[in-house]
């Protein structure tokens, strides 16, 4: 195996297990190793540190797989790493008390491996159901493709596995995308070959809600999972108000708030797929007012201009945007389109009125949004206060040693 020996006073990240090897860190690598496989890390005394997949493209140049300078990453190693991964779900709340994932699964959405936060680097897979999705981002991750996917079918029982690597960064590591069933998929009862592109009808069952997972076109790996506890909150918080869904995509959180009582839901999103998609979830659920629904193909921040020039109030808003700052140095353009939508929700805000509003950007942290929501009230002329910090749902921890891991946060605001 060869050695990628690090620079002097480098190998501190590395014993506070951060599992990111940088360029600027690296002295050399002792012998041979192509992309993807598997080095010995150390010290530049020589003290060995782990054991890391070799990414010669990247800038993040090797990926720890163990801090354990003794432990061989093979196909047992990957079983260990899913095992402890899906344990760790098992012991959280929503799960607790279900053994394992064979009873946790059920027809629930839920994020089995979170990368780096649960010790497999690049490696991201969700549950639905017996479908799960894998998404691999990283080129270690993507040379053990087949041990990674044979763990997760062993530990979780799936029956469909779709590989959805097909994310941006994929590039950064001198990967394609690669897509497509690599167990099962929606031939699978008649035992024909699957096809690549077909998405079989899936759903699940979030918070009581039914909802459609479309694993091959759907935005990440179909659904956006990491919102799971915070559409729950909206439910509990919905009835009785006009609710507005800002970004509402295929209906999430408006489906909750319906489920919870509200007097009525508007949701907004520009994608008019997103939005048929909606309101053949909203079909999925008989038992829901669908009177109460109303859903608007449209620029959110053209349409929430002319909701206040047309008057309109509302008792809980919800702004879940895309990323506006993919990275730090997209962050100041980030913070104005932020601070704009913010702005308007504050002013469309009824009296004693509540604002529900997330940044799923790396690259703006949890004080910078804060500063944003402050300046936005400040300038709606509105006074309110945090009643509730928002962050993913606990199947996407953060490992303290990776704070990179953190990409999700909101602030529950309650205005006067
Ligand atoms: N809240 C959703 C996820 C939102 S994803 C959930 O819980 O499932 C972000 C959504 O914003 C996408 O559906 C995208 O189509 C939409 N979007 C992006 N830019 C937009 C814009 N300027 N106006 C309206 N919708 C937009």
Not at 173 to 180: H, N, R, S
Not at 195 to 222: F, W
Not at 293 to 312: H, P, Q
Not at 341 to 364: D, H, K, T, V, W
Request: charged share 25%; glycine share 10%; net charge neutral.
């Amino acid at each position: 195996m060869a050695r990628l020996i690090l620079l002097p006073g480098k190998e501190r990240s590395v014993l506070r297990r951060h599992p990111w090897i940088f360029a600027g860190a690296v002295d050399r690598l002792d012998g041979r190793a192509r992309p993807g496989d598997t080095v010995e890390v150390s010290a530049a005394d020589g003290r060995p540190l782990g054991r890391a997949a070799f990414s010669p493209q990247s800038q993040i140049r090797a990926r720890v797989w163990s801090f354990d300078p003794e432990e061989t990453v093979d196909d047992a190693f990957f079983k260990r790493r899913v095992a402890a991964a899906l344990a760790r779900r098992a012991a959280l709340p929503g799960f607790a008390g279900e053994q394992g994932l064979g009873a946790a699964r059920g027809e629930r959405g839920f994020r089995v491996v979170h990368g780096e936060s649960d010790g497999l680097p690049g490696v991201v897979a969700d549950c639905y159901g017996d479908t799960l999705v894998v998404q691999l981002t990283a080129v270690g991750a993507d040379r053990w493709r087949r041990a990674i996917v044979g763990a997760l079918v062993l530990a979780t029982g799936c029956r469909h596995v779709y590989e959805r690597s097909d994310a941006d960064v994929r590039r950064l590591e001198g990967l394609q995308p690669e897509t497509g069933w690599r167990l099962g998929g929606p031939a699978v009862a008649e035992g024909a070959e699957p096809a690549a592109t077909d998405a079989p009808p899936l759903s699940i069952s979030e918070n009581g809600v039914r909802m459609h997972v479309d694993v091959v076109g759907g935005h990440k790996t179909g659904f956006y999972l990491d919102q799971r506890d915070n559409r729950l909150l909206v439910g509990q918080l919905a009835a009785g108000r006009a609710v507005l869904n800002c970004f509402c995509y295929t209906g999430g959180f408006s489906l909750q708030a319906l489920a919870g009582g509200a007097a009525s839901v508007l949701s907004i999103d520009s994608s008019g797929p997103a939005l048929a998609t909606a309101a053949a979830n909203l079909a999925l659920n008989p038992q829901l007012p669908a009177e109460r629904a109303e859903w608007r193909e449209a620029d959110v921040f053209s349409e929430l201009r002319a909701l206040k020039n047309a008057g309109a109030r509302f008792d809980l808003i919800i702004l879940d945007p895309p990323k506006f700052a993919p990275s730090a140095a997209h962050a100041e353009r980030a913070a104005r389109a932020y601070k704009d939508i913010n702005l308007l929700g504050f002013r469309l805000l009824a009296p004693g009125g509540l604002l529900m509003s997330y940044s799923c950007s790396g690259g703006i942290g949890v004080e910078f949004f804060q500063k944003i929501i402050t300046d936005a009230a400040v300038d709606a002329g509105r006074e309110a206060r945090i009643v509730r910090r928002l962050a993913a749902s606990p199947d996407h921890p953060v490992a303290l040693a990776f704070p990179e891991g953190e990409y999700l946060k909101g602030l529950l605001c309650q205005a006067d």
